[in-house]
T-cell receptor
Framework: SAVISQKPSRDICQRGTSLTIQCQVD?????MFWYRQQPGQSLTLIAT?????????ESGFVIDKFPISRPNLTFSTLTVSNMSPEDSSIYLC????????????FGQGTRLTVV | SQKIEQNSEALNIQEGKTATLTCNYT??????LQWYRQDPGRGPVFLLL?????KEKRKERLKVTFDTTLKQSLFHITASQPADSATYLC??????????????FGTGTKLQVIP
């Protein structure tokens, strides 16, 4: 298993500002994943972060809005930039123990409210 | 386009009864189907995985069935307890192409077990 620490657990931010979410894993992992979970909706993959390379973004998500860092094999950050109320959501980081079956471990999530 | 459907309405059952949750999908041929539990304010927790060539999988009070013809999975909790109250997500994992597997999540069904 993997233990994932994510912070902050929640925040209320003013529109136009940026928030950086941190994700720390207790073991080295190749890939880390960032998801968004909007109320009543499924988890949506934002991007995949590999150490030492640019993150790979899913359709509808761009680096300017959601820059990601992956400085080493146990840590990643996701920044939500120039926030608007539509960015209010839960953001989750995740790792997989087995690439084939994709058993995922999640952090506790960051509940973001933009006012 | 690929679509996963879970009952959006909450499922309320009496303690001791069997809870049955449904996951239907279209335009998808998954290699694996996963079930996760998510409690309020927490990230999802992996419960069970079933492979495309398996009909049924059990783990303690949990049972999952997978019908690739009907494109449906059923998730059963027998002898349900109030502690089983949570949102349950199904997720589909595609066949491996050598890279990472992009997991697609359903919206989840909220289960409430009434004492």
């Amino acid at each position: 298993s993997a233990v994932i620490s994510q912070k902050p657990s929640r925040d209320i931010c003013q529109r136009g500002t940026s928030l950086t979410i941190q994700c720390q894993v207790d073991s080295q992992v190749t890939m880390m994943f960032w998801y968004r979970q909007q109320p009543g909706q499924s988890l949506t993959l934002i991007a995949t972060a590999n150490q030492g390379s640019e993150a790979t973004y899913e359709s509808g998500f761009v680096i300017d809005k959601f820059p990601i860092s992956r400085p080493n094999l146990t840590f990643s950050t996701l920044t939500v930039s120039n926030m608007s109320p539509e960015d209010s959501s839960i953001y989750l980081c995740s790792v997989e123990r087995d690439r084939e079956i994709a058993e995922a471990f999640f952090g506790q999530g960051t509940r973001l409210t933009v006012v | 386009s690929q679509k996963i459907e879970q009952n959006s309405e909450a499922l309320n059952i009496q303690e001791g009864k069997t809870a049955t949750l449904t996951c239907n999908y279209t335009n998808y041929s998954p290699a694996y189907l996963q079930w996760y539990r998510q409690d309020p304010g927490r990230g999802p927790v992996f419960l069970l995985l079933i492979r495309e060539n398996e009909k049924e999988k059990r783990k303690e009070r949990l049972k999952v069935t997978f019908d690739t013809t009907l494109k449906q999975s059923l998730f059963h909790i027998t002898a349900s307890q109030p502690a089983d109250s949570a949102t349950y997500l199904c997720a589909l994992v595609p066949r491996s192409t050598g890279g990472y597997q992009k997991v697609t999540f359903g919206t989840g069904t909220k289960l409430q077990v009434i004492p």
